[in-house]
């Protein structure tokens, strides 16, 4: 059986990560606007440093870059609710909020397109979930 170990400075990074999204999230839920702002630098900085050093594992790349993308929306979703954008209307039904999907999305068809293309490609691969 094989067995993937993170490099301790990896998931030091990885740990500080976290502390990083939490806050962010709690400066969204207290509509605190300059930390939930100031948090998305680096948890989305962070997110993007994490997916690139896993680039030689695919199911951790997969899954690294969805998390990227669902930072992304989640950032852009904070940020139209503290600008006050999020219920104005696009077109037709579709409102500012609703646009965060787009990113969401990206990360979904990261993940589907992991487990129903390349993973069934590569059988043999270390997959670390």
């Known amino acids: 059986m094989s067995q993937y170990s993170i490099p301790l400075k990896y998931r030091r990074m990885e740990n500080l990560h976290i502390v990083f999204?939490?806050?962010?999230?709690?400066?969204?839920?207290?509509?605190?606007?300059?930390?939930?702002?100031?948090?998305?630098?680096?948890?989305?900085i962070i997110?993007?440093?994490?997916?690139?050093?896993?680039?030689?594992?695919?199911?951790?790349?997969?899954?690294?870059?969805?998390?990227?993308?669902?930072?992304?929306?989640?950032?852009?979703?904070?940020?139209?609710?503290?600008?006050?954008?999020?219920?104005?209307?696009?077109?037709?039904?579709?409102?500012?909020?609703h646009l965060a999907l787009i990113p969401f999305f990206m990360g979904v068809f990261c993940l589907v397109y992991y487990y129903a293309v390349w993973q069934p490609r590569h059988p043999n691969e270390i997959e670390t979930m």
């Open 21 to 44: 999204w939490l806050f962010k999230d709690i400066g969204w839920c207290l509509f605190w606007k300059p930390l939930g702002i100031v948090m998305i630098f680096p948890t989305l």
């Open 47 to 97: 997110s993007i440093v994490i997916a690139y050093r896993t680039r030689q594992m695919a199911s951790e790349l997969f899954h690294n870059l969805a998390i990227t993308f669902w930072i992304s929306a989640n950032s852009y979703w904070m940020i139209s609710e503290f600008m006050q954008f999020d219920a104005l209307r696009v077109y037709g039904w579709i409102t500012y909020k």
